[in-house]
């Protein structure tokens, strides 16, 4: 149905013709549409990159038999649990520039204070690490699974033959994770690309996006073109378009996974 709709110039109401491609021909020539996929690139890069990081440096910290540890996957794992319009409108009290509470503790310790979401330099690195904040707990939990299914005696072997951390985990725990590294990079990249919420919620609602569209992402372009404009045959398209990026990417990786997954471990 979305397809047959980017294939019109349907507006909502009773009357619309078909327009055969020019929607999709009106997206790639639009500066506002290609702007918002670069941007949604963007923070897919950033957002995956350091979710998946951080997730693999906890689980192997909380792999390890220390005290409290059930109480600190639990703290991590929290914020995947809040909503993410909780979340959002929280850090925009924290964050705001004036009276904000972060740049209240940064100038109490002498740092220069940040305009953060108010600044187009900073306003997509801001929400971010927001995104990073709220969702690397639930690939930490997945890897941790992971981790626990590796078999013990590889490392013994691997200590008995003098092997250090760093090769332990390039040889043993990286391979060993590598199927679950491959669920939790493939969420994680399709979750990135219909990024909406935070941003809906931390940029001004309906009119967000901003300031000067540096946060304006594929999906909130789409929303705005859809339910504000009303302009349901474009939207249509541009969907369309984020449809087949997003399983382009996913079959790139399936077909990549022969080169680096290993199910044998």
Sequence with gaps: MTFGLSLTNYTGGPNFSFTGLKNYIIAFTSPIFTRSLWITLKYVIFAVGFQILFALLFAIILNEKLLL???????????NIIAS???????????????GMLNQLLNFFGLPSSRWL??????????IAVSVWQ????????????????????????????AG????????????????LFFSFTMS????FK?????????GGSEGGGPAGSTKVVVLEIYQNAFQRF?????????????????????WQYRQQKKWVTYDA
């Design 165 to 180: 951390a760093l090769r332990k985990l390039i040889s043993i725990t990286i391979p060993g994770l590598s199927p679950v």
């Design 118 to 127: 108010a600044d187009p330099k900073s306003a997509l690195g801001t929400i």
């Design 135 to 162: 969702n690397f707990g639930y690939y930490m939990i997945i890897l941790l699974g992971g981790l626990q299914q590796i078999n013990p005696c590889l490392y013994e072997a691997a200590e008995i033959d003098g």
């Design 85 to 99: 319009v909780a979340i959002g409108l929280s850090f925009m009290v924290i964050l705001e520039p004036n009276n």
């Design 231 to 251: 302009r349901f045959g474009y939207a249509s398209a541009q969907s369309v378009i984020l449809l087949i990026i997003i399983l382009g990417i996913t079959l």
């Design 69 to 79: 540890n059930s109480f600190f996957r639990g703290v991590i794992f929290l914020p």
């Design 189 to 192: 990249i399709i979750g990135g």
């Design 195 to 203: 990024v909406f919420d935070l941003i809906y919620v931390m940029t």
